[in-house]
């Protein structure tokens, strides 16, 4: 019996990989998972909610036991971003993943790189750093874009989430180390709050997020 994990990350394009995953595969052999850090939106809930229906299957909730978010990193690590990447991925997603492998035992995980050339090209690097992750990019496969994917989430009547309506490319955590001055500026007239506490943060460790 072929078992696979998907990683449904609350955005589109991983909601519509794991729907492709569920209708290959069938439900009884497919696992969801989801990373949940507490400075995501809330209206991840009712995103997920409506994706189960969709699926008629369960995603799984899976949390570090170490830190809520990225401000935990931060303020218990002292480290924002850097060279090697940004901690905080690792802490509240890549080390749960890593975990979670082993202990399912499976055929192949689903990712939701899209169909354009960035994705295509981070597929391929993803599969010569991890190949023992066995994973498999459904959207690329079947050459489904972002837009493909918004359109196929508004032809099953589910809303895409909330940070896509506020213009934001991606459902990241809201005050993600990684965004540029852009995004930041953004986040400034959006969450004044979570502005406030990165500022903050980055005073207290000596370090910014913003290259």
Same mark, same amino acid.
């Given at each position: 019996? &072929?078992?696979?994990?998907?990683?449904?990350?609350?955005?589109?394009?991983?909601?519509?990989?794991?729907?492709?995953?569920?209708? &290959?595969? /069938?439900?009884?052999?497919?696992?969801?998972?989801?990373?949940?850090?507490?400075?995501?939106? *809330?209206?991840?809930?009712?995103?997920?909610?409506?994706?189960?229906?969709?699926?008629?299957?369960?995603?799984?909730?899976?949390?570090?036991?170490?830190?809520?978010?990225?401000?935990?990193?931060?303020?218990?690590?002292?480290?924002?971003? *850097?060279?090697?990447?940004?901690?905080?991925?690792?802490?509240?997603?890549?080390?749960?993943?890593?975990?979670?492998? &082993?202990?399912?035992?499976?055929? *192949?995980?689903?990712?939701?790189?899209?169909?354009?050339?960035?994705?295509?090209?981070?597929?391929?690097?993803?599969?010569?750093?991890?190949?023992?992750?066995?994973?498999?990019?459904?959207?690329?496969?079947?050459?489904?874009?972002?837009?493909?994917?918004?359109?196929?989430?508004?032809?099953?009547?589910?809303?895409?989430?909330?940070?896509?309506?506020?213009?934001?490319?991606?459902?990241?955590?809201?005050?993600?180390?990684?965004? /540029?001055?852009?995004?930041?500026?953004?986040?400034?007239?959006?969450?004044?709050?979570?502005?406030?506490?990165?500022?903050?943060?980055?005073?207290?460790?000596?370090?910014?997020?913003?290259?």
């Amino acid at each position: 019996m &072929t078992k696979i994990i998907s990683w449904w990350s609350a955005g589109v394009t991983s909601a519509v990989a794991t729907k492709l995953a569920l209708d &290959t595969y /069938g439900a009884d052999n497919v696992i969801i998972y989801y990373f949940k850090i507490d400075s995501a939106h *809330g209206d991840n809930a009712r995103f997920m909610a409506e994706c189960e229906t969709w699926y008629g299957a369960k995603i799984h909730i899976v949390q570090s036991s170490k830190y809520k978010d990225q401000f935990d990193v931060i303020e218990q690590r002292r480290y924002v971003n *850097g060279p090697s990447g940004a901690l905080c991925t690792y802490e509240l997603k890549k080390k749960l993943r890593q975990d979670i492998e &082993t202990q399912v035992a499976y055929d *192949g995980q689903v990712f939701g790189f899209e169909y354009t050339k960035k994705e295509i090209n981070r597929a391929i690097r993803f599969k010569e750093q991890y190949p023992d992750a066995k994973p498999l990019f459904p959207l690329i496969e079947q050459k489904i874009t972002k837009p493909n994917a918004l359109y196929m989430l508004e032809a099953a009547g589910i809303k895409r989430p909330a940070m896509y309506e506020l213009g934001y490319s991606n459902n990241n955590c809201i005050g993600c180390v990684k965004g /540029g001055m852009g995004y930041w500026n953004k986040v400034r007239a959006d969450f004044p709050h979570t502005f406030v506490r990165m500022a903050q943060a980055e005073r207290n460790v000596g370090r910014s997020c913003i290259k």
